[in-house]
């Protein structure tokens, strides 16, 4: 299940630095997640709608930069890469308790990675034949203000630290739609640190 959400300033910054979402592949903690969206120059009470799909895209490339597998994961699932009859790659695809690829190919490397919504969010992983990899990626999303980022960069330790205090993480597992407030900011004495809070949550009937 999709949840939407809209991001609103309610911040005391005006127009804060850009805020970036990323998730954190638990399976591969020492890698550092990509940053997935970036939302930047959104006014006080202006809003930046999004989608977090529940659905997860494996793409795999060749070492000639093909994308020769785009498969849509919606449970996690062993993935198995093979050479075509007539050349490319073909993917088997099974539901499994964790999502692992493994490159059956006898010859060649190929470069994984996970998307949501066309937009990376695990680095590469590169697999030489019988080279396997697993990937454990929740519904828990981050979202931190950091300037200097674009989409589909490195997430420096720094901000994964940050994104490890109160009100910069949420499990959007089961949730519908929700309104995701940023509030904080100021100058001087009265300033505070940025938070962000889930508002006019929405559950799925279904979960």
Known sequence: MDTRIVFENHSHAGEPAAVILFQIDRQSPHRLPLVWRLIQHCGYECTHPFIFSSVLE?????SWG???????????????????????????????????????????????????DGRAV?????LAPDESTTFALDSTLAIVPWQGLRIGEEVPPAVIDLARLPGY?????????????????????????FRFHLHNVRTSPWH
């Open 58 to 62: 494996l793409m795999a490339f060749d």
């Open 66 to 116: 093909n994308c020769v597998v785009h498969e849509q994961l919606t449970t996690p699932s062993q993935v198995d890469l093979y050479s075509g009859r007539i050349g490319g790659t073909t993917a088997s695809v099974e539901p499994a308790a964790r999502t692992v690829v493994t490159n059956r190919k006898k010859e060649g490397t190929v470069h994984v990675f996970l998307a949501r």
């Open 122 to 126: 695990t680095p590469w992983h590169t």
């Open 169 to 193: 993480t949420f499990n959007l597992l089961g949730i519908a739609s929700a309104q995701l407030l940023m509030l904080g900011g100021g100058w001087g004495a009265t300033a505070t640190r």
